[in-house]
């Protein structure tokens, strides 16, 4: 088989150019699940503002000690429904990269010889290593 002049050049540009392409994906991805988490954190918030400030408005004993523990009850859940969107989050985000290092693992692998091939360069094991270059004639 003859050997074409810049083929492994484009290779290693193919290979440069995916991983790249990798790279932004991965970017892309944390930007979304940072959104997503920053989103979820300022709703918490929010709410939690909303009811603080609800309560505030309720002077009564009785009525800011029911209020209390409603709040307090509401406060938990949230925080739980935060607990398990951050941990779903978390599980996306190591579902999604493990999957993008299979893939970069995959397509640089499609381009690397194969461990038990002999490299162009290096001698077949029953042929006797020389110092002096082939001629191809």
């Known amino acids: 088989m003859t050997e074409q002049p810049g083929l492994p050049d484009q290779f290693k540009e193919l290979v440069t150019e995916n ?3 990798m790279k932004a994906i991965q970017d892309q991805i944390a930007n979304q699940l940072e959104a997503q988490r920053k989103a979820v954190t300022d709703l918490v918030e929010s709410q939690q503002k909303a009811f603080a400030d609800f309560l505030e408005q309720q002077r009564s004993v009785k009525i800011a000690d029911h209020w209390e523990a409603q709040r307090k009850a509401i406060s938990e859940q949230i925080e ?10 978390e599980r996306q985000w190591t579902a999604q990269k493990k999957a993008i ?3 970069q693992h995959a397509i640089v692998g499609i381009f690397r010889p194969k461990s038990d091939e002999p490299k162009s360069d290096e001698p077949k094991s029953d042929e006797p ?3 002096e270059p082939k001629s191809d004639e």
Not at 80 to 89: G, P, S
């Open 19 to 21: 991983e790249k392409r």
């Open 101 to 103: 290092e299979d893939a």
């Open 80 to 89: 739980h429904q935060r607990k398990a969107f951050t941990d779903l989050v």
């Open 129 to 131: 290593k020389s110092d």
